[in-house]
């Protein structure tokens, strides 16, 4: 029986009806395991995975495969978005035992979840030197059968050897200057100068290191940091790897020039470069920055979400081509017949502005649209027409599927983005997605304890326990909000997250873990420091635990992040790609970060409108602004902040000491850029 359709996961709705009698991850599933003295299959993966796709038309919706799953195995499928616990256990014995990794993940289990054999994708028959799926079931299941205490024996010692290892964080003294130029020097050795990003194919987008290299040139002036920065973005934006005509990101490029994307959209990706390029342009005011950053905000409003106010975690990379079979990327290319079919006589242009060309840049003759020239006038208004009927035509196209589950991490990553992208652009609508966001977590995901779930669809909140990147990364989500509406509640919710931070996911040591104390216990307890595609849970909450700490003068929370930091300190000058968000936070901490509070008669006044948005569009790293109107208690930066000669003023302080206030937008600025 498959017991996967009254779930909430997108994913695991796709596999209910496979002939597989599949279990969700449940103590259940592993009594029944024990009770037939089966081994357990653990398949892992996401709704919007390609080759999890492909292995589930090729395996496990074929009959006789899921006949001999059923009879010899206790079949478990996890959404690795709903439960990246469990993904990060077994993820971790995949790459130390085959020294990689990858979706779908496939491990066979003792009925006690312990592993014994790993693997990724396994084809139906054998290819490539991979043994076909069918062939790893029997084999399995011989050793199962006929070497019980072998089998025993490995899955003991993998387990021993997970349980034992301990991460050298490198102590709890936050990084220096010489940690973060050692980071920088790092970063310079591993960048490509030709095609910008950071070492061959695949290349992903490199978000929170563009984060960090931007934050160091503003407090040390790097130009090379910049320069980094300023080409990376650009080269992805006039790439594949952007929705030229939609706008937004895919997962990564195949190519080492940005030209051929894995498809998918995921809503972290989006959330991190929307800010990224927001923050580009606030420091060099480029107009591709600023275009890109309001095209992708407006991709993840627009197409990403949800009915209830939350944003959707993924677009899939595979739609319908026409014929009814699923292709990856059918949604987004071209060839020059199509181009003549849409747009006639504009063909020729469409061709060369796109890149688009007779053998293709793609699969059998399909190109990725892209903007490869650099030389060249083309008419703005031409352009804008044919990126409109482009538009229009795509839209006839049959539509990848949408990941409708909400997360609440990358909803909070989202959120920040949004917020800070709306103040700096004088686009409220976008301002209002973010709250619209954070009032769907609060009111659903929060219980009453202030304890944080970690995923919602249609209404309907999940059944696992938020993890730490859902509470620092919805805590900086919260954060940025209070600093763009001036509005109190959203620093109270931050605290309240934060609080089950310091209560339930850091040890005596000051390290963090990835679920609390009380978290359901696998055979390991996951901590990872270091930066994936979304910042990890550790950088996230020193960043968000460093602004709570500027905002409210909290001390546990200030000496949290600044232990926290500690991994930085080690990691840093060591692999600084894997780090960024964390240095990005140490730019923050060395520089204090700058507490900035603007005050005014009322909150329409015009000139403390211009000085709070002055003071957003600051450049210091990791500032943090409270606005509001004189002597109010909404903020805790805003007490003791009266009115000068009854008019607006801001006020800056750093490291325990303030300027004298400022009228002034132009001085705010420069108290906050140099």
């Known amino acids: 029986m498959n017991r996967l359709a009254h779930e909430t996961s997108p994913y695991l ?55 001999y799953l059923n009879e010899h195995f206790v079949s478990i499928k996890v959404d690795r978005e709903e439960r990246p616990d469990v993904d990060a256990v077994y993820m971790e014995a995949v790459q130390a035992a ?28 054998p290819r490539h030197g991979m043994p076909s799926f069918r062939q790893v ?33 490198g102590g709890t003294e936050a990084p220096g200057e010489e940690e973060l130029s050692g980071a920088l020097l790092g970063l310079t050795r591993e960048y490509d100068p030709q095609r910008g990003g950071f070492g061959g194919a695949p290349k992903f987008p490199p978000s929170m290191a563009l984060e960090f290299l931007l934050r160091h040139h503003a407090r040390t002036g790097s130009e090379g940091a910049l320069e980094m920065a300023r080409d990376t973005c650009e080269r992805m934006a006039r790439g594949g790897i952007y929705d030229q005509l939609a706008g937004g990101f895919a997962r990564y490029s195949v190519d080492r020039e940005w030209v051929v994307p894995h498809f998918e959209k995921m809503l972290y990706d989006n959330a991190l470069l929307c800010r990224v390029y927001a923050h580009l342009w606030r420091s060099t005011g480029s107009e591709l920055a600023r275009r890109v950053a309001v095209e ?78 650099s030389e060249g006038v083309f008419d703005a208004e031409k352009v804008d027409s044919v990126k409109s009927r482009l538009l229009e035509a795509r839209s006839r196209r049959p539509a990848p599927g949408r990941d409708d589950k909400v997360v609440a991490a990358w ?89 089950h931070v310091l209560a339930g996911f850091v040890d005596e040591s000051g390290a963090l873990y990835d679920t609390a104390v009380d978290a359901e216990q696998l055979i390991r307890r996951p901590q990872d420091p270091t930066d994936n595609a979304t910042p990890s849970g550790w950088t996230a909450a020193a960043g968000a635990l460093l602004s709570y700490a500027a905002q409210t003068g909290a001390e546990p929370h200030r000496t949290a992040a600044e232990r ?22 140490a730019e923050a901490y060395l520089d204090g970060p700058r507490e900035v509070a603007v005050v005014g008669p009322s909150l329409g006044d015009e000139g403390a409108k211009a000085l709070h948005r002055t003071a957003l569009l600051g450049t210091a790293p990791g500032a943090v602004v409270a606005f509001g109107v004189a002597e109010s208690d909404e903020l805790p930066l805003l007490a003791d902040r009266p009115l000068v000669d009854g008019g607006p003023a801001a006020y800056v302080c750093r490291n325990f000491t303030c300027d004298a206030p400022t009228t002034d937008p132009e001085r705010l600025s420069t108290a906050l850029s140099r």
């Open 98 to 125: 085959t020294g990689q990794g990858g979706w779908p993940m496939t491990v066979f289990l003792t009925p006690d979840a312990e592993p014994f054999y790993f693997g990724t994708y396994f084809p139906p028959a």
């Open 137 to 169: 079931l029997e084999g399995v299941r011989s050793a199962w059968t006929d070497r019980r205490d072998e089998v025993a024996e490995v899955a003991g010692k993998i387990t021993r050897d997970l349980s034992q290892r301990e991460i050298d964080y």
């Open 411 to 499: 909803n909070g990553l989202a959120i920040a983005a949004l917020a800070e992208t709306g103040a700096y652009f004088d686009r409220p609508d976008l301002v209002e997605a973010a709250v619209s966001a954070a009032d769907l977590l609060v009111r659903l995901h929060l219980d009453e304890h202030a304890k944080l779930a970690r995923t919602s669809k249609d209404g309907q909140v999940g059944a696992n326990a938020g993890v730490l990147e859902d509470y620092a990364d919805v805590a900086e989500g919260f954060l940025a909000l209070a600093s763009v509406t001036g509005e109190g509640v959203w620093l109270e919710f931050a605290g309240f997250l934060l609080d």
């Open 296 to 373: 992708t905000a407006d991709f993840i409003v627009r197409e990403l979400r949800t009915g209830e106010g939350g944003f959707a975690s993924a677009l899939d990379a595979d739609s319908d081509d026409g014929t009814g079979k699923h292709v990856e990327g059918a949604y987004y290319v071209w060839t020059p017949a199509q181009l003549t079919e849409v747009l006639g006589e504009d063909a020729e242009l469409a061709a060369q502005y796109f890149g688009v060309t007779e053998d293709g840049t793609f699969e059998e003759g399909q190109s990725v649209l892209q903007l490869p020239q």
């Open 564 to 585: 926290a930091l500690g991994v930085v300190k080690a990691l840093g000058p060591r692999v600084p790609r894997f780090i960024g968000w964390g240095l990005a936070v």
């Open 13 to 67: 709705l796709q596999h209910a009806d496979n002939p597989v009698d599949w279990w969700p991850w449940s103590a259940e599933a592993f009594d029944e395991a024990r009770r037939t003295n089966r081994p357990v299959l653990l398949s892992v993966g996401y709704s919007s995975c390609h080759w999890c796709h492909v292995m589930a038309r090729e395996s496990f919706e074929d009959q006789p495969t899921a006949d």
